[in-house]
């Protein structure tokens, strides 16, 4: 069975870090482009973060940039993603999607296959 497992949310005070882990079991992640989406209380899910199949490329949203950083382990089958700075507006249940199987040195937010089950990060004092 295909799945995404996120770990590592929880509570954090603002300005705190947490590293939230996506693990894959069932498939290699090696040929999937790999990124992490939050959905807000009353908002729209929306892209957070990406990481192409080969690694060598990311992507951020304007609200993380310098704050958040993708990476990938293919030998854990796992994905990161590095929160520090965290702010109340980072408050989301946080899913990791998986797209593919492809090669390619891009990602984007669309078309993902995979989803994980999400995870709450809450940001307060």
């Known amino acids: 069975q295909l799945q995404l497992v996120e770990s590592g949310g929880g509570l954090a005070q603002p300005g705190g870090s947490l590293r939230l882990s996506c693990a894959a079991s069932g498939f290699s992640l090696d040929y999937f482009a790999m990124g992490w989406f939050r959905q807000a209380p009353g908002k729209e899910r929306e892209g957070v973060s990406c990481i192409s199949s080969s690694g060598f490329s990311t992507n951020y949203a304007d609200s993380v940039k310098g704050r958040f950083t993708i990476s990938r382990d293919n030998a854990k089958n796992t994905v990161y993603l590095q929160m520090n700075s965290l702010k109340p507006e980072d408050t989301a249940v946080y899913y990791c999607?998986?797209?593919?199987?492809?090669?390619?040195?891009?990602?984007?937010?669309?078309?993902?296959?995979?989803w994980g089950r999400g995870i709450l990060v809450t940001v307060s004092s």
């Open positions: 999607a998986a797209d593919g199987p492809l090669l390619s040195n891009n990602c984007d937010y669309y078309g993902m296959d995979y």
